[in-house]
T-cell receptor, first 115, second 111 residues
């Protein structure tokens, strides 16, 4: 149990376009989801906390107008990278909190490459 | 400031050579300490949650322990498939708050 999926697993886009990444909890309801970014050989960097039905809370230094987060249901959160640029290329990972176990389960990640 | 430090940064073992990874933490109001395994190009895979000092949990060749200042991940007779980055994270304060991650220990096990 406690499976989290992400789609797409990888995406290549041109500079200036927007990209949407979906994060789904498949077998539990997640009131809270988190979005992370990971650079090569580095640990996870928290970008934002997403609560179902409310606005996301962004970490300091993360542009909320660039990284739009929507948590429309208890099983789905989306991250939209708007007007992507090469410096936005990274590995994006979501996690979902399973309330009964108070444990975060991670998705497989999305590799974004902006040309 | 809440902080998590993992050591060593990298560890190379021969198959069957047991060892331990360390995670020391400074946090006010520890709610839980988590261990994850991450393979290259994949998301972290949940291993254990520890809640209070003295607690231990085991899964196959892995055993996690917790004291008031640190946690150890013991690997007994590792196999090459245990090669991965092991991440330690703590949660403080209220339920649902974000995890604070260490930088990880990259384990390489050779046959």
């Amino acid at each position: 149990g406690a499976v989290v999926s992400q789609h797409p697993s990888w995406v290549i886009c041109k500079s200036g376009t927007s990209v949407k990444i979906e994060c789904r909890s498949l077998d539990f309801q997640a009131t809270t989801m988190f979005w992370y970014r990971q650079f090569p050989k580095q640990s996870l960097m928290l970008m934002a906390t997403s609560n179902e039905g409310s606005k996301a809370t962004y970490e300091q230094g993360v542009e909320k107008d660039k990284f739009l987060i929507n948590h429309a249901s208890l099983t789905l959160s989306t991250l939209t990278v708007t007007s992507a640029h090469p410096e936005d290329s990274s590995f994006y990972i979501c996690s979902a909190r399973d309330p009964p176990r108070d444990t975060q389960y991670f998705g497989p990640g999305t590799r974004l490459t902006v040309l | 400031e809440d902080q998590v430090t993992q050591s060593p940064e990298a560890l190379r073992l021969q198959e069957g050579e047991s060892s331990s990874l360390n995670c020391s933490y400074t946090v006010s109001g520890l709610r839980g300490l988590f261990w994850y395994r991450q393979d290259p190009g994949k998301g972290p895979e949940f291993l254990f949650t520890l809640y209070s000092a003295g607690e231990e949990k085991e899964k196959e060749r892995l055993k996690a322990t917790l004291t008031k200042k640190e946690s150890f991940l013991h690997i007994t007779a590792p196999k090459p498939e245990d090669s991965a980055t092991y991440l330690c994270a703590v949660q403080a304060g209220q339920a649902g708050t974000a995890l604070i991650f260490g930088k990880g220990t990259t384990l390489s096990v050779s046959s």
